[in-house]
């Protein structure tokens, strides 16, 4: 126990005792390599033209539903008078589904009049490539390489040196 408090004691001394000074020291470059790299830009710009597009209206202006059930009905009369015996039921049946699709096709009928203008836009890219340039300085300072990107070539780098004793 009595060494556990005598060496916490000495490292509390010693910590308290301790200096430190830091200072910035030029250290010259030995080496600086030219990095080239190239980056593609890609601006948007807005293309737009007119277009013609054709107008519809409702020539019939009736309802599809309407239109289906008469159709349908109207089939169904034709096709209970066209059958005869047991086939009279599918006849009727078939009559009736056949009224019904030209029935809802002749109600919903379009007719297209005429064009109108229409503006239309899109976005599209113009890419154009540029090269960067970049200056890998190299430089030795306490037996150690360091290096230091920048956009031109250096003479000396600036290196931040604490000593702590």
């Not at 078939?94 to 297209?112: D, F, M, P, V």
């Not at 890219?125 to 031109?152: C, F, H, L, P, Q």
């Amino acid at each position: 126990m009595k060494k556990v408090v005598i060496l916490v004691a000495f490292a509390l001394i010693s910590t308290t005792m301790a200096e430190v000074i830091t200072f910035t020291k030029r250290v010259p470059v030995y080496k600086s390599v030219e990095v080239s790299r190239y980056v593609t830009e890609r601006v948007p710009y807005e293309e737009c033209w007119e277009e013609e597009v054709p107008v519809e209206y409702d020539r019939g202006g009736g309802d599809e539903t309407l239109g289906a059930l008469i159709g349908g009905a109207a089939g169904g009369v034709l096709g209970h008078q066209i059958g005869g015996g047991s086939g009279k039921t599918a006849a009727t049946v078939g009559g009736a589904i056949i009224g019904t699709l030209i029935g809802k096709n002749l109600a919903k009928r379009r007719e297209y009049p005429g064009y109108r203008v229409v503006r239309r836009c899109r976005t599209r890219y113009k890419e154009s490539e540029r090269r960067i340039a970049e200056y890998k300085n190299y430089a030795r300072v306490m037996g150690k390489t360091i290096i230091r990107y920048s956009d031109r070539p250096l003479r000396y780098i600036r290196v931040h040196v604490t000593v702590e004793y």
